[in-house]
Nanobody
Framework: QVQLVESGGGLVQPGGSLRLSCAASGSIFSIYAMDWYRQAPGKQRERVARITSGGNTNYTDSVKGRFTISRDNAKNTVYLQMNSLKPEDTAVYYC???????????????WGQGTQVTVSS
């Protein structure tokens, strides 16, 4: 059984930094793209950043230059370094992975449980 477990959320002042981590565990054959999404109260979930298995990245415009996504393929872990945080970054952040479980040929989507990020003075 595959699980994604996030950590690193919390309360931070405007201008501060946080680093989110998401580790995939279980019987995994291969992980393709990994993403960070966020959902603020009353808003739709939006993709914040994506990283492919080859290391290509893209970001939503509002976080470009402030957030950096990276991954450690040996650890099946994706990170999101968030700098210069703003109150509008407040949301629940979700990790997503598209992967093939061991012993199958299916490509499946998995989500973490979410971690709260609050930016406030």
């Amino acid at each position: 059984q595959v699980q994604l477990v996030e950590s690193g959320g919390g309360l931070v002042q405007p201008g501060g930094s946080l680093r989110l981590s998401c580790a995939a565990s279980g019987s995994i054959f291969s992980i393709y793209a990994m993403d960070w999404y966020r959902q603020a109260p009353g808003k739709q979930r939006e993709r914040v950043a994506r990283i492919t298995s080859g290391g290509n990245t893209n970001y939503t415009d509002s976080v470009k230059g402030r957030f950096t996504i990276s991954r450690d393929n040996a650890k099946n872990t994706v990170y999101l370094q968030m700098n210069s945080l703003k109150p509008e970054d407040t949301a629940v952040y979700y990790c997503h992975a598209r992967l093939t479980p061991l012993g199958t040929s299916r490509v499946e989507d998995y989500w973490g449980q979410g971690t709260q990020v609050t930016v406030s003075s």
